[in-house]
């Protein structure tokens, strides 16, 4: 069993930062990847900002140079500092996680959201 738990939402101002954790915990062998998706009212979930186990990172256009992805391997866990923000960025952030169990297929982990909310 995985389980991925989220913490750092919230309600802040415009051009305010917020700072986003997901630990995961389990029985796995190792993660693959780790990283941040959103999903606003009506619309599609998208990836914010992700990053690998090697450490290269990519990050959506509508968020470079505002929000940086970080990864703590030795704690399984990936932070997203957000800053700069804007009303656009309100949404539900979901952590995910591509697992291993030590074979080459890669298992989609998700959290169970946090709200972000950016007042104008």
């Known amino acids: 069993q995985v389980q991925l738990v989220e913490s750092g939402g919230g309600l802040v101002q415009a051009g305010g930062s917020l700072r986003l954790s997901c630990a995961a915990s389990?029985?796995?062998?190792?993660?693959?990847?780790m990283g941040w998706y959103r999903q606003a009212p009506g619309k599609q979930r998208e990836l914010v900002a992700a990053?690998?186990?090697?450490?290269?990172?990519n990050y959506a256009d509508s968020v470079k140079g505002r929000f940086t992805v970080s990864r703590d391997t030795a704690k399984n866990t990936v932070y997203l500092q957000m800053d700069s923000l804007k009303p656009e960025d309100t949404a539900v952030y979901y952590c995910?996680?591509?697992?291993?169990?030590?074979?080459?297929?890669?298992?989609?982990?998700w959290g169970q959201g946090t709200q972000v909310t950016v007042s104008s």
């Open positions: 389990g029985t796995f062998v190792s993660i693959r990847s």
């Open positions: 995910n996680a591509g697992i291993s169990f030590g074979q080459l297929q890669t298992y989609s982990y």
């Open positions: 990053t690998t186990s090697v450490g290269s990172a």
